[in-house]
């Protein structure tokens, strides 16, 4: 993965691992890979991956288990909960910027609408 | 944590031409810090100050607890030491040279490295190209168990893939407690792994920050932000 370096890599390394989460590519329950091995695959810093992931154990996205490694939680709550998190970030930015153009709330929904159709269409 | 470099007011002349002035820097254990600056800025020489292959300084340097320069030595692992060998010797009597030498050397972690690097130990130094001779570099360097190793420009004219190899193998076989102090002028390419970055500027320290504080608090990449202090657009803390 390719990351923007004007961006903190641990805030980044969470983000990925977000979106593995959400996509299921990391299945509740699932074990991740260990530190090193993480810090290899992202070619970031150990000290960085462990700054990430002592994050997500205090959100709870992730359970740590002695001896054993990081595991995702298996309370579908909190994913959820994260999902949503992501959806809302997503959306403000689009909110803000189209905002910026001087949209109104209404234009944005009818924009949106004919932009899926038209994106369906496509398909 | 502990700190495994300590320099003290170090001063370093060499023919009435003064290199570094009134250098000051600490490292903690378990950091990989890239000391950045200018060719001719005196990163080389700060490196060989610290492994004490450079004498005559002024001042004070301390290696995980130790300032006289045989114990420094065996503390540190330094890359510019395969500089010594004849062009002609084939790689695996360099290999031999290490295991005879250094009792710290572990064969067997340098042939996992080997592997992964793919080093052709059946060719003589001469024959190697420049990604190859890097990699020996770094396999041999890295196989010493030490406290400290310095990489003096690892990624100097060598191409991407073999770049991202021995930043993968530095990733995956530096020992948690050790320091990496890894000199460069193009900082692009190991910026996602540095802990700090000290930047050597007329003559001495000009900065020491941590990376992730550069990306957090300016919002810049390591390397915008060595370039702004070498072009003197400088940033208030």
């Keep these: ?123 | 944590m502990t700190n495994t470099i300590e320099i003290k007011n170090l001063n370093y002349r060499k023919n009435y031409r003064s290199i570094l002035e009134d250098v000051n820097l600490t490292i903690e254990s378990g950091k990989t810090v890239g000391l950045l600056g200018e060719n001719g800025a005196g990163k080389t020489t700060l490196m060989r100050l610290i492994a004490g292959v450079a004498k005559g300084a002024s001042g004070k340097i301390t290696v995980a607890n130790q300032d006289g320069v045989p114990e420094k030595k065996s503390v540190i692992s330094f890359s510019e030491q395969l500089n010594g060998f004849s062009s002609n010797m084939r790689i695996d009597k360099i290999i031999r040279f290490y295991e005879d030498v250094y009792p710290d050397f572990s064969t067997k972690k340098y042939n996992e490295m080997a592997g992964f690097l793919q080093i052709d130990e059946g060719l003589r130094l001469s024959a190697l190209s420049r990604g190859m001779k890097e990699k020996l570099v770094i396999g041999l360097t890295l196989s010493r168990d030490t406290k400290v190793y310095l990489l003096d420009e690892p990624f100097g004219g060598i191409d991407s893939m073999t770049r991202k190899k021995i930043i993968q193998s530095i990733i995956k076989w530096k020992s948690d407690d050790a320091v990496i102090l890894v000199s460069d002028h193009y900082v692009s390419e190991i910026a996602s792994i540095l802990d700090e970055v000290v930047i050597i500027k007329d003559r001495t320290i000009y900065t020491q920050k941590s990376a992730e504080e550069i990306r957090s608090k300016y919002a810049e990449g390591i390397e915008q932000y060595y370039e702004s202090i070498y072009e003197g657009n400088d940033i208030d803390d």
């Design chain 1, 1 to 123: 993965m390719k990351f923007d370096d004007k961006i903190p890599i641990y805030y980044q390394i969470k983000n990925y691992i977000y979106r593995q989460i959400i996509v299921g590519e990391l299945a509740p329950g699932d074990k991740l890979p260990a530190v090193r091995q993480l810090a290899v695959n992202l070619t970031v810093n150990v000290n960085t991956v462990q700054r990430a992931l002592g994050e997500l154990i205090s959100e709870k996205i992730i359970e740590p288990q002695r001896g054993k490694g990081n595991f995702v939680t298996e309370d579908q709550g909190t994913i959820e909960k994260l999902k949503k998190l992501l959806i809302t970030q997503q959306l403000q930015e689009l909110y803000e910027n189209l905002h910026q153009l001087n949209v109104t709330d209404t234009e944005i929904v009818s924009y949106l609408q004919d932009y899926i159709a038209k994106r369906k269409q496509v398909q």
